[in-house]
């Protein structure tokens, strides 16, 4: 796992592409839960490498402004 884009490229991973599946937006008076599945395409050292990771988020609106107050992320398929 790498906190920011420099410490990939530190290591020779870089991101190709990504893209977004499956999204859904459940709202719920003041709050909305967001699912999506991020499919995304890398290169780690030369060697192609494909994630799928799904997404919940959760949103609520304050003084008129929608804010992210909780994102969880869990892998479903990845090649290495």
Do not use: C
Not at 6 to 15: E, N
Not at 22 to 48: E, I, Q, R
């Amino acid at each position: 796992m790498y906190d920011n884009i420099d410490a990939m490229r530190k290591d020779s991973v870089f991101l190709d592409s990504l893209k977004l599946e499956d999204t859904m937006v459940n709202l719920y008076k003041d709050a909305a839960v967001v699912s999506f599945v991020v499919h995304t395409y890398k290169k780690d050292k030369g060697k192609p490498i494909e994630k799928r990771t799904r997404f919940y988020d959760v949103w609520v609106i304050r003084n008129g402004e929608w804010k992210a107050v909780s994102s969880q992320g869990t892998v479903l398929t990845a090649t290495k």
